[in-house]
């Protein structure tokens, strides 16, 4: 397959586009809209092909509520560590998308996984992690060229998470999901907007 500039250019606009989303409408999502995101987190990177995130979709309200009171009660002791002008400006912020988003998943990494038998991941047992991480990345992105929003929750207490959830032994909380329509299209990121903090420009340092 020989990608042609125009491919170049809609990756870059998702890239581009791609967005933290806090604000949701109630709208449900199509079914097939998340069976189409499914197959794209498959195609994520893996160490030794060994695919260890585990995706929880939940759909319960009390489940639901018991994880924004767990994420209400870790916000206020994050909060706690700022002072001043910075306290209030974190205050402020909306970090989470709990309330509204119609789809929200809670993402593990299982730390032994059968898959892939070890491969790549004896002297970097992190990458299991990573492996995690580059799946949720996917999906956001899949998620942005499917015109939908997704925002990372990770004001949480992993280990009241891995309990209320009662997950196997070995599965790793790394992120809860919300996943939706966004409220609104915005070309500047919230944090941008709230003055919270400007991206550093990207350099590759030569050695």
Known sequence: MQFEPGHRAALWEVL???????????DPVDERALTR???A?????????SRPWRVLRIDTPEL?????????ASNDRAA???EGAQADAYRKLKLAGLDC????????????????????RQTMPETLRQSTAMAIHTLWLAARAENLGLGMVSILD???MEALLEVPKGWEFAAWLCLGHPAFQDDTPLLHRAGWQENAPTSWQRR
């Open 37 to 39: 995101l499914q197959a």
């Open 158 to 160: 992993p280990d009241a």
């Open 101 to 120: 988003a119609p789809v929200q998943l809670a993402v593990f990494t299982e730390t032994a996984p059968p898959e892939g038998h070890g491969l790549g």
């Open 41 to 49: 987190m498959a195609l994520a990177p893996s160490v030794g092909n």
């Open 80 to 82: 706690a560590l700022y």
């Open 64 to 72: 639901r509520a018991t994880v924004r009171e767990n994420f209400m």
């Open 16 to 26: 581009k586009w791609r967005r933290d989303v806090r604000h949701f409408s109630t």
